[in-house]
């Protein structure tokens, strides 16, 4: 793991500060990289932004916005605090249960949803930036992707064009697109998973 130099990376750096700025993120985030086969990122304890070394290499070039999709997401993280003890008392009560993995994908496409809305892309970069993902890291679809609680790329950009903010109708056409697919829940399911939601991860903080 390395940090990234500010001075190679000067506009990778503006673009965190006036993310951080538009989230009223006061604390400092320190933007890291390594090795991986894949276009990802990750947003660790300690206000660490991990971005891999194949997501590095967009930047100055003309798909530079998927770079800065993954940096605004990241950093969307750290300010709910959705990676650290929320996901791990998720996790610690019980791991992989449908309960856990529609609370993670809430986390998930609030983060995907206000990245695109912050970074002003339109419908046809919204596609772009999670084809070119979902293409690189041959992402999984469907039932497969909802196993660790995320949302596929095409359902992703499918959202994310359909509604204009991050509202609980959102997150309600979200759910029963999880409960149909995994076969579980129902409505009492949804309401009691969207409550949770808004009391424990920080929904009405904007
Ligand atoms: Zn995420």
Same mark, same amino acid.
């Not at 951080?20 to 932004?49: D, I, P, R």
């Not at 019980?94 to 856990?100: G, K, L, Q, W």
């Given at each position: 793991?390395?940090?990234?130099?500010?001075? $190679?990376?000067?506009?990778?750096?503006?673009? +965190?500060?006036?993310?951080?700025?538009?989230?009223?993120?006061?604390?400092?985030?320190?933007?890291?990289?390594?090795?991986?086969?894949? @276009?990802?990122?990750?947003?660790?304890? !300690?206000?660490?932004?991990?971005?891999?070394?194949?997501?590095?290499?967009?930047?100055?070039?003309?798909?530079?916005?998927?770079?800065?999709?993954?940096?605004?997401?990241?950093? %969307?993280?750290? #300010?709910?605090?959705?990676?650290?003890?929320?996901?791990?008392?998720?996790?610690?009560?019980? %791991?992989?249960?449908?309960?856990?993995? +529609?609370?993670?994908?809430?986390?998930?496409?609030? +983060?995907?949803? @206000?990245?695109? +809305?912050?970074?002003?892309?339109?419908?046809?970069?919204?596609?772009?930036?999670?084809?070119?993902?979902?293409?690189?890291?041959?992402?999984?679809?469907?039932?497969?992707?909802?196993?660790?609680?995320?949302?596929? #790329?095409?359902?992703?950009?499918?959202?994310?064009?359909?509604?204009?903010?991050?509202?609980?109708? !959102?997150?309600?056409?979200?759910?029963?697109?999880?409960?149909?697919? @995994?076969?579980?829940?129902?409505?009492?399911? %949804?309401?009691?998973?969207? #409550?949770?939601?808004?009391?424990?991860?920080?929904?009405? $903080? #904007?």
């Amino acid at each position: 793991m390395v940090k990234l130099n500010q001075k $190679e990376y000067k506009d990778l750096f503006k673009k +965190a500060e006036e993310i951080k700025q538009k989230l009223g993120l006061t604390e400092k985030v320190n933007l890291l990289t390594e090795k991986s086969k894949y @276009m990802n990122g990750v947003a660790t304890v !300690l206000n660490n932004v991990k971005l891999s070394k194949p997501l590095l290499k967009l930047y100055k070039t003309e798909n530079e916005h998927v770079l800065y999709f993954m940096l605004a997401h990241e950093i %969307i993280h750290i #300010r709910y605090q959705d990676s650290g003890w929320n996901r791990l008392m998720w996790g610690l009560t019980s %791991i992989y249960s449908n309960r856990s993995r +529609a609370l993670i994908l809430l986390m998930e496409m609030r +983060a995907n949803f @206000m990245a695109n +809305a912050m970074l002003g892309l339109s419908d046809e970069e919204i596609d772009e930036v999670q084809r070119l993902i979902h293409c690189y890291n041959q992402n999984t679809t469907g039932k497969d992707s909802y196993k660790y609680g995320y949302p596929d #790329r095409y359902k992703i950009a499918h959202y994310s064009k359909q509604y204009s903010s991050f509202s609980e109708e !959102l997150m309600w056409d979200l759910l029963l697109d999880f409960c149909e697919v @995994m076969k579980v829940g129902n409505k009492g399911f %949804i309401e009691d998973v969207i #409550r949770t939601f808004k009391d424990k991860c920080h929904f009405n $903080e #904007r």
